[in-house]
């Protein structure tokens, strides 16, 4: 089965997926913190992951995904929706944007006081 390897400035997380599944949903299975304010309906753009490894192999963009990135910070041609790119069979490298991140931390509280109360939300750039 292909591995996503998840990075950010505050965390490293492999998890090994099968082939179909959303970015997204292989982050929420792993603890990977990748925002996703509409619950994974493509209709905010808070799941934005730059795709280091393995782009081409992801299931092809929709016309509604490409719409949804033109609202998000700092795309990139790497740019991905997670909650709409699917896995195939090539192990991935998805690195969170801050956007998702912040999203993230707006959605989890409480792992937002904990890493303040560690000094490491926000993390230093
Ligand atoms: S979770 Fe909202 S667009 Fe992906």
Same mark, same amino acid.
């Given at each position: 089965?292909?591995?996503?390897?998840?990075?950010?400035?505050?965390?490293?997380?492999?998890v090994?997926?099968?082939?179909?599944?959303?970015?997204?949903?292989?982050?929420?299975?792993?603890?990977?913190? &990748?925002?996703?304010?509409?619950g994974?309906?493509? =209709?905010?753009?808070?799941?934005?992951?730059? !795709? /280091?490894?393995? $782009? %081409?192999s992801?299931?092809?963009?929709?016309?509604e995904e490409?719409?949804?990135?033109?609202?998000?910070?700092?795309v990139?041609?790497?740019?991905?929706?997670?909650c709409?790119?699917?896995?195939?069979?090539?192990?991935?490298? &998805?690195?969170?944007?801050?956007?998702?991140?912040? =999203?993230?931390?707006?959605?989890?509280?409480? !792992? /937002?006081r904990? $890493? %303040?109360?560690?000094?490491?939300?926000?993390?230093?750039?």
């Amino acid at each position: 089965m292909p591995k996503i390897h998840f990075s950010s400035p505050l965390d490293d997380v492999t998890v090994e997926v099968r082939p179909g599944t959303p970015i997204l949903e292989a982050a929420e299975d792993c603890g990977a913190q &990748v925002g996703h304010s509409c619950g994974g309906v493509c =209709a905010c753009s808070t799941c934005h992951v730059w !795709v /280091r490894k393995g $782009l %081409e192999s992801l299931s092809e963009q929709q016309d509604e995904e490409i719409d949804r990135l033109d609202m998000a910070f700092d795309v990139k041609p790497n740019s991905r929706l997670g909650c709409q790119a699917c896995v195939a069979d090539e192990d991935l490298e &998805v690195w969170i944007t801050e956007e998702s991140l912040k =999203a993230y931390m707006d959605e989890n509280p409480d !792992v /937002r006081r904990k $890493l %303040e109360a560690e000094g490491k939300w926000p993390p230093k750039k």
